[in-house]
């Protein structure tokens, strides 16, 4: 199943190559020179590890 960046959920699990991250938290920008929002998700790693992704608000993840 997919969803868009915007659209996510914390708790939910999302793979990045062969990782698979959990969402701890995801922020929203306002709309910028592109004419899109932006979102900042924070995620984490298996191993506890913490990511920061930076994606266009309608950017599809495919939900694990």
Do not use: H
Not at 14 to 42: H, M, P, Y
Not at 43 to 58: D, F, Y
């Amino acid at each position: 199943m997919k969803k868009k960046a915007e659209e996510l959920k914390k708790g939910n699990k999302f793979a990045i190559g062969s990782e698979i991250l959990s969402v701890d938290n995801v922020e929203l920008s306002d709309v910028g020179k592109q004419g899109v929002k932006k979102c900042r998700i924070t995620a984490r790693k298996a191993n506890g590890e913490k990511v920061i992704i930076v994606r266009p608000s309608n950017y599809p993840f495919e939900i694990k």
